[in-house]
């Protein structure tokens, strides 16, 4: 195989792939290297997997000689610490990266060690790309990062009326947002899609139409350009709907920027404290949020605000709380609460699609 | 509050820092246990062909028998000894029964490991007396209460309290005073200085180094040249008693953790498993009792080769559980080739709150979706009512707590 291609391609394609290779210590060594293969139409195509993601790009490229190679994740550092065109040629076990009169010759495994990787085929369903990644970046940043939890790492996708539901969970929040119009599953039917691997999607830009293929054991997102699949996770989500409270007694409606703001600020008080608590004090005349740290200090802040309901403390995660601020789309904001135990919701103030669920934290 | 002393920081005027050791541990246990093999020599240790000494009764180290040495070796220094497998179940449960007197002399205790620790016994004065009354009370405790022998040594510095309580042993109490710490240092060998192995022996005999005094005497300069930096500095503030370290007690420590070192490599996950119930069930309790919650758990292994490997996971939010540091050490352990044999685990958490006792409330799913939350709000009450019984009818009172959610498991059992 010999290559050439612009340093600036390269980089950005190498970048993309090496999101998803293996970085856990205990991973196969072939899961950390990245699939170069050059077909002879002038295209080069990267391929990175840990298994759960798999993200291929295909770039244009002066083909020379077609040919497949796994390379290590080192080309990432080679290939950025280059200037002008690059060129990749691999013979027998080595690949050699020179650009002008600079080279690194890298040792290869056998490419056949490498995973079969099943990418796209089937007849997909185009939706919009901006309206999902939109949704993607409502709802991923709620599920759950711990691998010991495996249902929870994944966000679920289900048949509404009309169009698909997406849910997350963490246990501590729950992030709900339904798309109509978008028909990328068949009737009635759910899937349990890797969070990680959504939030590669939502990388792939906003721009334009996705193709999204539903297979056994994966689910493509496509462009263009590029590709990402992420692994459907066994098992059953909770049921989460019989958590949402069909109302309110409190509901606070708050200037969005503004909460944001404040939140922002009492919360630098607590850095580096994974549970220290912001404290909302709900009134009818506004908002005070407050945060203590312990041994460090306490900070404070006042905002309009309009209140109905009865007075109210709660506490909660600050980050929880801003991220459910910043998955809001719209100026106005509404908290509706029960008491300072039951969880909590974040929507949209004018209504929407959005939903936005946070259990308080107790504070002693 | 944290309960940092203001004595902890700067430098004591008064010999406050005691360093206890229980003598010759393991075996003192088993003598206990087995009147018969009082005032014989015991020698604790793995058995097999490549076993080593855990441990060997002061009867026994007359005849040359020391920790570490091959088992093999040992028998032919003295054949007439008893040779016994270590039971650490029962170790441990001695462990805390002694720990639980230093507690109950102050909260400021710093535990090193299942016979070591630290106090600073500084702000005690007017309840209990001075220094080396306390020592001596916790010595006279520790042998009407447990019928072990303990080890004080005291002084200004952990250091210095350390090199006191071995040059005390056994069975003594040494108090090194204030003003008197160098006349008392400077005599010593260079090998009580911590970072003194052979190699680093050898090398400072070369500049004519034999003493601690010669280590203060010959200045930093050629220290740093025999030694390197590190351990040079290291050694030259040693030896000029200079240890400002405090006692850092659980409530404030950055990590809490129990490892386990065994006379003989295990292998088996069973076995494993065994080994870290224990540790689980005691670095959880640890934690419950300062009243923290921790993010990071982290399992330690060190393969019979030596090679060490640690294996870290971080949960979503704080944990005081025992049963889910057990289900979280146990995933780790899929990341380890324990079939390799394992001559060392540890676990450690760490990652913790900041103590305010703030819970971040949990959704309610229900129990039919397999998920963990309300198994572990039962098991988070679970170890409230151990914890409780424990503390009212001592660490014997509910055995083997180890067991909480894991049903499942085979009982586990002592060693032997």
């Excluded at chain 1, 929407?352 to 669920?357: E, R, V």
């Excluded at chain 2, 129990?258 to 292998?267: C, K, Q, S, Y």
Aim: some cysteine.
């Amino acid at each position: 195989m010999k290559i050439r291609c612009e340093r600036d391609t390269l980089v950005e394609a190498v970048a993309t792939v090496q999101r998803a290779v293996a970085s856990r210590a205990g991973a196969s060594p072939v899961l950390s290297d990245i699939r170069v293969t050059a077909t002879s139409d002038g295209v080069i195509e990267l391929v990175g997997t840990d298994l759960e993601i798999t993200n291929r790009v295909t770039v244009k490229a002066d083909v020379e000689q077609s040919g497949i190679a796994v390379v290590p994740k080192m080309l990432g550092e080679i290939v950025r610490s280059l200037k002008g065109a690059i060129t990749i040629e691999v013979k027998d076990d080595e690949a050699t990266v020179t650009s002008g009169d600079f080279s690194t010759t890298l040792r290869l495994k056998h490419a056949e060690e490498y995973p079969r990787i099943d990418l796209s085929d089937g007849a997909g369903v185009r939706i919009d790309a901006g309206v999902f990644a939109s949704a993607l970046k409502q709802v991923v940043r709620a599920a759950s990062r711990d691998d010991l939890r495996p249902i929870l790492t994944g966000v679920l996708i289900t048949t509404t009326e009309g169009g698909v539901r997406l849910v997350a969970t963490d246990s501590y929040r729950l992030a709900v947002r339904d798309l109509p119009g978008v028909n990328v599953l068949g009737e009635r039917q759910k899937v349990l899609v890797s969070a990680k691997g959504l939030a590669e999607v939502q990388r792939l830009g906003a721009t334009g139409e996705l193709e999204v293929i539903l297979g056994e054991r994966d689910v493509v997102f496509k462009t263009d350009t590029k590709e990402v699949s992420a692994r459907l996770i066994d098992g059953d989500f909770p049921n989460y709907e019989q958590l949402i409270p069909s109302g309110y007694p409190n509901r606070l409606t708050v200037d969005r920027a503004a909460f944001r703001e404040a939140v922002e600020r009492v919360m630098v008080v607590g850095q580096g404290r994974d549970n220290a608590s912001v404290k909302l004090t709900m009134k009818a005349d506004g908002l005070t949020l407050t945060m203590a740290a312990q041994d460090i200090g306490t900070s404070q802040g006042s905002i309009d605000a309009k209140y109905e309901g009865t007075e109210l403390v709660v506490a909660f995660n600050p980050q929880f709380l801003l991220d459910g601020i910043d998955a809001i789309e719209g100026d106005e904001v509404s908290l509706e609460t029960v008491d300072n135990l039951k969880p909590a919701t974040l929507r949209p103030a004018q209504g929407g699609d959005f939903l936005y669920l946070l259990m308080p934290v107790r504070t002693a | 509050m944290p309960q940092t002393n203001p004595s902890t920081s700067g430098v004591r005027t008064e010999a406050s820092i005691l360093h206890v050791d229980l003598d010759a541990f393991y075996a003192s246990v088993e003598q206990l246990e087995n009147p018969k093999l009082r005032n014989s020599p015991v020698v604790v240790g793995g058995i097999g062909t490549r076993g080593v000494v855990c441990a060997a009764s002061y009867e026994a180290r007359k005849f040359g028998v020391r920790s570490a040495m091959p088992t093999a070796q040992a028998r032919k220094l003295c054949p007439q000894g008893t040779f016994l497998v270590p039971r650490m179940g029962l170790y441990g449960e001695f462990s805390q029964r002694v720990m639980a007197i230093l507690r109950d002399t102050t909260p400021l205790v710093e535990q090193l490991s299942v016979d070591e620790a630290f106090l600073d016994v500084a702000s005690v004065h007017r309840l209990l007396g001075d220094p080396e009354e306390v020592g001596a009370h916790l010595r006279e405790r520790v042998l009407s209460e447990i019928g072990l022998s303990l080890s004080v040594g005291i002084a200004t510095t952990k250091f210095l309290a350390k090199v006191a309580s071995d040059q005390a042993k056994p069975n003594g109490l040494l108090v090194v005073h204030a003003g008197g710490e160098l006349a008392f240092l400077h005599p010593l060998p260079i090998r009580v200085l911590w970072g003194v192995g052979p190699k680093n022996a050898e090398k400072l005999q070369r500049i004519g180094v034999k003493t601690v005094g010669d280590v203060a005497r010959v200045g930093i300069a050629p220290l740093v040249a025999a030694v390197g930096k590190a351990v040079g500095t290291h050694l030259f503030d040693l030896a000029n008693n200079r240890d400002p370290r405090p006692i850092v007690t659980d409530r404030e420590a950055k990590s809490i953790g129990h490892e386990e070192t065994f006379g003989e490599d295990i292998r088996t996950r069973p076995e494993i498993e065994r080994e870290l119930f224990r540790l689980i069930d005691s670095v959880g309790s640890r934690i419950r009792k300062a009243g923290l919650s921790a993010r990071t758990v982290t399992l330690k292994a060190r393969y019979s080769d030596f090679q060490t490997v640690t294996r870290s996971h971080t949960l979503d939010s704080g944990t005081a559980v025992s049963g889910v540091i057990a289900r979280t050490v146990f995933a780790l352990l899929d990341q380890v080739d324990h079939e390799r044999g394992l001559r060392l685990v540890g676990v450690h958490c760490s990652n913790f709150d900041d103590g305010s006792g703030a819970i971040q409330g949990t959704l309610a799913f229900g129990d039919a979706n397999e998920l963990q939350n309300s198994i572990d709000e039962r098991r988070a009450e679970v170890d409230r009512v151990v914890d409780d019984v424990r503390r009212r009818f001592g660490k014997d009172a509910v055995q083997p707590a180890a067991r909480i959610g894991m049903n499942d498991r085979q009982n586990p059992t002592l060693a032997d």
